[in-house]
């Protein structure tokens, strides 16, 4: 299992960024994907997650309306995008899958993690 994630990103604040999460090792549309955020010096951060097989999604409350999940079957990538940036938006970003029917927000019980995109807001 293998997730693969864009390169880092420069924005300046009230722009919008995309990272993207490239799963492979299993099947795409069978699990979950979760995205997860970490600010420096803060933990980790649960945004949500999205069912790439019928594109249902969940949000966290804080990040509605400003943040959409996709996924793209045909290369079994998913995206997350961000608008209206601002500065408390810098972190990294990850993707996550958890091989079970079951959900969870504990980072200790994902199955794969992206590598992490680096996302600086700054003018």
């Known amino acids: 299992v293998q997730l693969v994630q864009s390169g880092a990103e420069l924005r300046n604040p009230g722009a919008s960024v995309k990272v993207s999460c490239k799963a492979s090792g299993y099947t795409f549309t069978s699990y979950y994907i979760d995205w997860v955020r970490q600010a420096p010096g803060q933990g980790l951060e649960w945004m949500g997650r999205i069912d790439p097989e019928d594109g249902e999604t969940n949000y966290a409350q804080k990040f509605q309306g400003r943040v959409t999940f996709t996924a793209d079957t045909s290369t079994s990538t998913a995206y997350v995008e961000l608008s209206s940036l601002r500065s408390e938006d810098t972190a990294v970003y990850y993707c996550?899958?958890?091989?079970?029917?079951?959900?969870?927000?504990?980072?200790?019980?994902?199955?794969?993690w992206g590598q992490g995109t680096q996302v600086t807001v700054s003018s």
């Open positions: 996550a899958v958890r091989l079970a029917k079951e959900h969870t927000t504990l980072p200790r019980l994902y199955t794969a």
